[in-house]
C-alpha cells in the first residue's frame, strides 16, 4: 500500500493524484465508496453496473463497458421501434 499527500480545500474537496486515476480507470462521474473507521477513512472505486457487465457477457454481448452499452442502446432502440 502506498502513502500520498493530498490538500482538503475549504469545501472539503480533495484532488486524486492522475497517476492514482489512472492506474485505477477513476474517471469524472465515476462512483467512490469512503469507509470511515475511527480515525481512518479508505476510498473505494464502485465499478458501473456496464464495467460489471463486461465481464460477464464477455462472449455474448460485449468484453467491454463501451459494448455493452451499445448492447443495451440498441436493444432499447429495437424495442422502441416494435
Known amino acids: 500500500m502506498s502513502t500520498e499527500t493530498v490538500t482538503v480545500s475549504k469545501r472539503g474537496y480533495i484532488v486524486l493524484p492522475a ?4 492506474e ?8 467512490m465508496l469512503i469507509h470511515r473507521k475511527n480515525n481512518q477513512l479508505t476510498l473505494e472505486a464502485v465499478p458501473s453496473f456496464t464495467q460489471k457487465l463486461s465481464g ?9 463497458p463501451e459494448k455493452v452499452d451499445e448492447f443495451i442502446d440498441n436493444s432499447r432502440r429495437d424495442r422502441a421501434d416494435d
Open 19 to 22: 497517476h492514482i486515476r489512472r
Open 56 to 64: 460477464i457477457t464477455q462472449k455474448t454481448i460485449g468484453d467491454t
Open 24 to 31: 485505477l480507470n477513476i474517471k469524472p462521474g465515476s462512483r
